[in-house]
């Protein structure tokens, strides 16, 4: 069984760093492309960033290039996403999603990790 | 960037009505378009891929059809554990992806 497991998320002040966590079991975590995707309280989905499989493509939305890093330990079956300078609007539940390479679908989303930016 | 819009926002029909929600692509994405389904609480769920792909597991009463830049996503016969949020989802020369803003789906 597919489980992608998230951990990490926490109320943080404004220009704070928070790392993510992501724990995948039940397929080959090496072989495939991940993405993190949040959801601010009450929104929509919105597409975070992409590692492929050998962590060689790495794209980031607009909105948090050049302040979160995804990254990904295939020994450890483990995808991590490193977020500096928070705001307010980063405030979301942050989940992590298996992606498929051919169609670019998402098939596989964990439960989900909240991450609060307030003072 | 390619940007989605969804048809209605919201919509509530009854037991067994047929449900129609449209997608719509700024620029043409062939037939890389994607739907999920979220309930309150709980991970979005793929139901449909390759814009009319019925993912294994997904009832059959979910249809989607389009391709270049309109979409539809039909439920034929509402049952009551549809009520959700549907999004949709392009993934045509990615990323970045794009969700549209998702459509309720509440029953009467």
């Known amino acids: 069984e597919v489980q992608l497991v998230e951990s990490g998320g926490s109320l943080v002040q404004p220009g704070g760093s928070l790392r993510l966590s992501c724990a995948a079991s039940?397929?080959?975590?090496?072989?495939?492309?991940m993405n993190w995707v949040r959801q601010a309280p009450g929104k929509g989905l919105e597409w975070v960033s992409y590692?492929?499989?050998?962590?060689?493509?790495?794209y980031y939305a607009d909105s948090v290039k050049g302040r979160f890093t995804i990254s990904r330990d295939n020994d450890k079956n483990s995808l991590y996403l490193q977020m500096y300078s928070l705001r307010a609007e980063d405030t979301a539940t942050y989940y992590c999603?298996?992606?498929?390479?051919?169609?670019?679908?998402?098939?596989?989303w964990g439960q989900g990790t909240p991450v609060t930016v307030s003072s | 960037d390619i940007q989605m819009t969804q048809s209605p926002s919201s919509l509530s029909a009854s037991v067994g009505d047929r449900v129609t929600i449209a997608c719509r692509a700024s620029?043409?994405?062939?037939?890389?378009l994607n739907w999920y389904q979220q309930k309150p609480g709980k991970a979005p769920n793929l139901l449909v891929y390759?814009?009319?792909n019925l993912l294994s597991g997904v009832p059959s009463r979910f249809s989607g059809s389009g391709s270049g830049t309109d979409f539809t996503l039909t439920i034929s016969g509402l049952q009551p554990e549809d009520s959700a949020i549907y999004y949709c989802?392009?993934?045509?020369?990615?990323?970045?992806?794009?969700f549209g803003p998702g459509t309720k789906v509440d029953i009467k």
């Open positions: 999603a298996r992606d498929s390479v051919v169609w670019g679908f998402f098939d596989y």
């Open positions: 039940g397929f080959t975590f090496s072989s495939d492309s």
């Open positions: 590692i492929s499989s050998n962590s060689r493509s790495i």
């Open positions: 620029h043409f994405i062939s037939n890389f």
């Open positions: 390759g814009a009319s």
């Open positions: 989802q392009q993934s045509y020369n990615t990323p970045p992806f794009t």
